[in-house]
């Protein structure tokens, strides 16, 4: 076993500028706020929002920017909140747009964030499950952290920084510049999107009425990262009707959905496309939740490449794993419903060099080195940019996304917000 670093005390981690510093409290108040708020969408419903809690969060910040002065903040039939910040008289619009639901593969309801102030580098045991631990022995990121200010869960939730982070920095930011009126800065418009985790967030989006000529998500997570290309992804959904009886006579009669959903899963490749087997530009297919029972069993998987012939080709790697599975048992009705969920967003950003050079600007101005990167995911932003808005990514400070191991730096929260600002006044100088 390893050896367990010292517990002692450490000096907290500077931050990456005075701006940072200044933001940082508001921005960790409002994302405890935020993050205290059970807003888990829900898979395969053509409700929107897929789950009406995420519409509590929504309207607190409806009331939030109007307190702030933002008087035409407002929850919009599709279920987003606009709200428009003024600023500099012909300077381009530029979009600030986060997420208020989160994912729901894990239990994201009754969040509670810890705050550990200058971690001091030893292992994190989250105490609502002494299991679940962050040991920077295999954690790099928050090896490199030591000193920060870290917010988990105890450890039975996520945290929810994915994407109450971003939130927490874009109204940070805003109410800085409220405040602050002698600082320049462009027109922002603001979006809070419902149900992007379960690929529906730009799903109504009234790109007219939002009337940004460039934007931005806050979705991201390294800090100084800038993501100008994303997964194209599709989902697949694979049903299988079997024919069920009493299993004392069920000979020669049952046939079992729910061996023939197993024997689908298992045909799988195990050395390759896959999540856990892949890196970088590879892409996967990931079966991601499986139900039913004998009579019928249902799969949903993700395709995802950040090439499109790829990824068209791990659709059809599906489809003819499906049937296999009838020709093998032709007494069984096997559906396959393919339906394409994003495109990777970077020929969009090509054409549009400004919205990258903004931001790496605005990085640098905020303290921070910027770096490009790539997403192994998706954001509302690359239907966006599809769409005809340049959308790229930019860092939050989140890590481990998606887990009870989630965890979060307050530093580098701080410096999302400082960059946030920092990007207004640059779109103010063009």
Do not use: C
Not at 250 to 261: Q, T
Not at 327 to 349: K, L
Not at 376 to 390: C, E, H, Q
């Amino acid at each position: 076993m390893a050896s367990r670093p010292s517990t002692e005390a450490v000096a907290p981690a500077p931050y990456a500028s005075l701006l940072a510093e200044e933001l940082a409290e508001d921005v960790l108040e409002r994302f405890l706020r935020y993050v205290r708020i059970d807003t888990q969408g829900a898979y395969r419903t053509s409700r929107r929002p897929s789950t009406e809690k995420q519409l509590d969060l929504s309207r607190l910040l409806v009331g939030e920017l109007r307190a702030l002065g933002v008087d035409d903040a407002e929850l919009t039939e599709s279920a987003n909140v606009f709200a428009t910040v003024p600023g500099l008289d012909g300077s381009p619009a530029v979009g600030l747009i986060a997420h208020v639901d989160t994912t729901p593969d894990v239990l994201g309801a009754g969040v509670s964030p810890i705050v550990h102030r200058a971690w001091g580098g030893h292992p994190i045991e989250l105490p609502g499950d002494p299991r679940q631990v962050l040991d920077p022995a295999v954690l790099p990121e928050l090896r490199e952290r030591a000193g920060h200010h870290l917010v988990t869960s105890d450890g039975t939730t996520l945290l929810g920084a994915d994407d109450k982070a971003g939130l927490a920095e874009i109204m940070a930011a805003v109410a800085y510049l409220v405040r602050t009126p002698g600082r320049r800065h462009a027109t922002l418009r603001l979006a809070f999107t419902v149900d992007e985790e379960v690929g529906r967030g730009a799903e109504g989006f009234d790109l007219a009425a939002f009337g940004a000529d460039v934007a931005y998500t806050l979705d991201g997570s390294g800090l100084g990262e800038l993501e100008v290309e994303t997964f194209s992804a599709s989902s697949v959904r694979v049903v299988i009707r079997g024919s069920a009886v009493h299993p004392g006579t069920a000979k020669g009669k049952l046939v079992n959905a729910v061996k023939l959903a197993s024997e689908l899963v298992t045909s799988l490749p195990t050395d390759r496309l896959s999540p856990e087997t892949t890196e970088a530009r590879e892409g996967y297919v990931h079966p991601h939740r499986i139900a039913g029972n004998a009579e019928e069993a249902t799969i949903d998987f993700i395709a995802r490449d950040h090439d499109d012939v790829l990824l068209a080709e791990h659709v059809a790697l599906l489809r003819g794993l499906a049937g296999q599975i009838s020709a093998r048992e032709p007494r069984a009705h096997v559906g396959v419903e393919v339906r394409e969920s994003y495109r990777n967003m970077r020929p969009y950003i090509e054409e549009n060099p400004r919205v990258v050079d903004a931001a790496l600007e605005a990085i640098r101005r905020a303290g921070i080195e910027p770096k490009l990167a790539i997403t192994r995911g998706g954001t509302d932003g690359a239907v966006l940019s599809a769409l005809g808005l340049p959308t790229p990514n930019l860092f939050t400070g989140g890590q481990e996304y998606h887990s009870v191991r989630e965890w979060a730096s307050v530093q580098d929260m701080a410096a999302a917000a400082a960059t946030v600002v920092e990007l207004a006044g640059v779109f103010a100088e063009v």
